[in-house]
């Protein structure tokens, strides 16, 4: 059950006269609910749910592409797969409830593998803003082109069929007698990404007689005027846990010991602050080099019989293509949409909300009670919110750029814990869109700030449908000039940060003090723990 303390409980064991420089939240918050000491609201699944039982790219399903011209050499890869509830329809309420008579649906993220000439680079100036903007608050000294890969045409043709259950590993044998069921081709295509996704419906009666953890099936995809099409086969399991409410992706993500050379502590921070207290349940973090592994196996291990917080592609674009893995070397977002396409495609299976938190200069806060675990409360009131007549695909999060400097801010702070916002207090003085919320029943494809309506697409149940959160509610906090290497970049965001702004010190004081309640809860008021 969930329990919420009150201003008595906060004050025991805090010295209300010590608060600390910098300020802590609004002691008017207290009057509300400030801690959550659990939670138990979860929603339920929508019926069975299935991911892939692995999606590491030595088992990730692949075959030769066979088209009009042969295919090539070209390869079809399924990047992630998963089964749950179909998105909502036009008409249907808004409000995500799970029901046992929505259809589940089959969706696979497929990459068309065919060596150089399938990748096209989106340079930033392809954007459909002025060029002249393109750069306007990117690292001066990194690339943000991306890897958009080659399509399927648009007369592909898609089936699926259900072969039937039975134990992981065994070996996937063929039913000549199952029915081959009709899907369709979801196309996006923007100067940002070309990806592709298969979508299956199915019904409900033929996943009801599988009382199996495993689940096989094969997908069919034919390119018109191709002979016999490819076949890719799935391995699906059960997904037994409840839903997650709220995980997070990274983009591909490099250069870890360059990053803790100047802030030892950057990566254990971001993920203790969003896991361990924001509410986040779970983090999908992707990197390019390799370079995060080590730092990332604490987080890999179930801590007390629990499952692990954190789930970690290590090297992300060579398991894709070995030309996208040559290319994330010079230009390393390459690859950073189909990070997001793997992620939104696994997570409708495992979570109620998906946000894109790019890397570790990004820090979300909700202004309005930033009390432990308190996340997936909010996320629950918001949804009380929504429309009935509009499926939201995801929430705007406005984000404000923090540059280095600001009163009681020292260069020396970076090496200490909670260094990225210990040493950042000055602020531009206006917020802007950074971060997607992702429905991901509802959102497909996502770049880095939205998601994206379906290529050639019409009628409302394919609608992008977007909602904005006030910045007094979530704010994501922009540490962009995080390194020394980007000092300045702050002016390149539309103006410079020079408003003074300390409010989130209580954060440092929080990860200095290891996470004990009665130590956050003391931070958060903005005092000192009482004497003994």
Avoid at 138 to 162: D, M
Avoid at 446 to 468: F, L, N, Q
């Amino acid at each position: 059950t969930a329990r919420t303390l009150g201003a008595t409980d906060l004050l025991r064991g805090c010295d209300a006269s010590g608060g600390a420089a910098g300020g802590g939240p609004p002691s008017a918050l207290i009057a509300t609910s400030l801690l959550s000491v659990a939670l138990a609201v979860r929603r339920g699944s929508g019926g069975a749910r299935y991911v892939l039982c692995d999606d590491s790219s030595e088992f990730r399903p692949s075959a030769p592409l066979l088209t009009a011209g042969g295919g090539g050499g070209a390869v079809l890869r399924a990047l992630s797969a998963s089964i749950a509830a179909g998105g909502r329809r036009a008409g249907a309420a808004s409000r995500w409830v799970a029901s046992s008579s929505t259809s589940p649906e089959l969706r696979v993220a497929l990459l068309v593998d065919a060596h150089r000439f399938a990748m096209r680079m989106a340079a930033p100036t392809e954007e459909s803003f002025d060029p002249a903007l393109a750069h306007k608050g990117h690292a001066e000294h990194v690339s943000y082109a991306k890897c958009r890969g080659r399509g399927l045409p648009n007369s592909t043709l898609v089936g699926c069929r259900i072969l039937g259950g039975s134990s992981p590993g065994a070996a996937f044998g063929a039913n000549a007698t199952a029915a081959w069921m009709p899907g369709r081709l979801a196309r996006f295509r923007n100067a940002e990404l070309w990806q592709d996704f298969a979508v299956c419906d199915l019904e409900e009666s033929r996943l009801a007689v599988v009382q199996a953890t495993t689940l096989r099936l094969e997908l069919l995809v034919q390119p018109v005027a191709a002979s016999g099409g490819t076949v890719l086969q799935l391995e699906m399991c059960r997904v037994t846990r409840p839903l997650l409410r709220a995980s997070f992706c990274s983009q591909p993500l490099y250069g870890l010991p360059r990053l803790r050379e100047e802030a030892p502590w950057v990566l254990e921070d971001w993920l203790a602050y969003h896991l361990k207290h924001l509410g986040f349940q779970h983090a999908e973090l992707y990197d390019v080099d390799g370079s995060f592994a080590e730092a990332l196996e604490p987080w890999l291990r179930g801590d007390g019989g629990q499952d692990a917080m954190v789930s970690y592609h290590r090297a992300w674009p060579h398991t894709l293509s070995k030309h996208m893995g040559d290319v994330s070397a010079r230009h390393p977002y390459c690859a950073e949409a189909w990070a997001y396409a793997h992620c939104i495609t696994k997570h409708r299976a495992l979570s109620r909300w998906v946000a894109l938190l790019h890397a570790p200069d990004e820090y979300l806060f909700i202004r309005s009670n930033p009390s432990r675990g308190v996340l997936p409360d909010v996320l629950q009131g918001l949804e009380e919110t929504f429309p009935d007549d509009r499926n939201i695909a995801y929430l705007q999060v406005n984000a404000v750029s923090f540059g280095r400097g600001g009163p009681g801010a020292e260069a020396s702070q970076l090496a200490e814990r909670g260094g990225v916002v210990a040493t950042s207090r000055v602020r531009m003085p206006r917020v802007y869109f950074h971060l997607p919320l992702i429905d991901p029943a509802n959102c497909v494809a996502a770049g880095p700030h939205s998601c994206y309506a379906e290529a050639g697409a019409a009628g409302e149940d394919v609608d992008v449908v977007t909602m904005e959160v006030r910045p007094g509610i979530f704010l994501l906090h922009h540490y962009v000039e995080m390194l020394a290497a980007n000092r300045g970049r702050c002016a390149g965001l539309h103006m410079p940060c020079v408003v003074p702004d300390g409010w989130a010190q209580w954060a440092v004081r929080l990860l200095r003090g290891g996470f004990d309640v009665n130590l956050a809860m003391c931070a958060i008021l903005g005092t000192s723990p009482r004497p003994e």
